[in-house]
């Protein structure tokens, strides 16, 4: 935080600007999931995920090209040049440390509404978010693979492999009598846990609408089944499991 008493930018001197540049950076990403939320309020989910689509995609191809020339960096049709180049190991590492961040993000966020307002308020929110991220995820990277309206549960075990989580934890699918089982194998969070001597962490309520409403978001005939998570006992080769069948369409 800058303490002194300034007016304008042009009174900072180099570091506190960098520190500005970086704030309004911020302002910029809330106020983009401000307009995104109050679209929903104002006209449903459905049409502000398109809506965003649209302002994003002009967005991106005005905004990178604008920090291109400020940067001195190149860039084709939005994305960093230096992206592209990039070796494949390399951009493997960068998403690993874009998930870590985004995971850090949630954990944080997750304790400053528990040390001001406690566990369950904490949990309230939690869940809701969930509620709403794991939809636009699955629209995301439905978008990202090309898999159209009803992709099934084949569509489905694809986009569970491009999932945020993905890069963190180990999971696994298999087949059951056209079914499709997934299991976190290996979880980040609760692994944590169970280094330090501590009891599951008591997902169950948010993973209910995690994976139910990522898996409609991907294919509205699919239903979510759980077959364990905690608290519910469960082996030691997963922390959670879940089964996919496609049904009747919902719509």
């Not at 905004?63 to 390399?90: C, H, I, N, Q, Y």
């Not at 939809?135 to 990202?144: R, T, V, Y």
Request: charged share 30%.
């Amino acid at each position: 935080m800058i303490e002194q008493e300034l007016r304008r930018a042009e009174d900072m001197n180099e570091a506190q600007l960098a520190v500005y540049v970086v704030d309004l950076l911020h302002r910029m990403m809330v106020h983009h999931t401000l307009w995104f939320r109050e679209v929903e309020h104002q006209l449903g989910f459905a049409r502000a995920l398109a809506v965003m689509d649209e302002a994003w995609e002009k967005t991106r191809k005005v905004a990178v090209p604008r920090l291109a020339e400020e940067l001195g960096f190149t860039e084709t049709d939005g994305v960093p040049d230096a992206l592209r180049v990039m070796p494949k190991e390399k951009l493997l590492r960068l998403t690993d440390a874009i998930a870590k961040n985004w995971l850090a993000q949630d954990g944080l966020w997750f304790q400053s509404v528990e040390k001001a307002y406690g566990m369950n308020d904490a949990k309230r929110c939690n869940d809701s978010t969930w509620g709403r991220f794991s939809p636009f995820e699955a629209h995301a990277i439905k978008a990202l693979l090309g898999l159209g309206e009803h992709p099934g549960v084949d569509g489905l075990e694809r986009a569970l492999g491009f999932r945020m989580y993905s890069r963190l934890n180990r999971q696994s699918c298999r087949r059951e009598q056209g079914a499709l089982i997934f299991a976190m194998n290996d979880c980040r969070v609760q692994s944590a846990r169970v280094r330090k001597g501590l009891a599951d962490y008591p997902c169950k309520s948010a993973g209910l609408v995690e994976y139910s409403r990522f898996a409609e978001a991907i294919d509205s005939r699919i239903r979510t089944e759980c077959l364990g998570c905690p608290p519910d006992a469960h082996p030691s080769e997963w922390f959670c499991a879940w089964r996919f069948t496609l049904g009747d369409d919902k719509q």
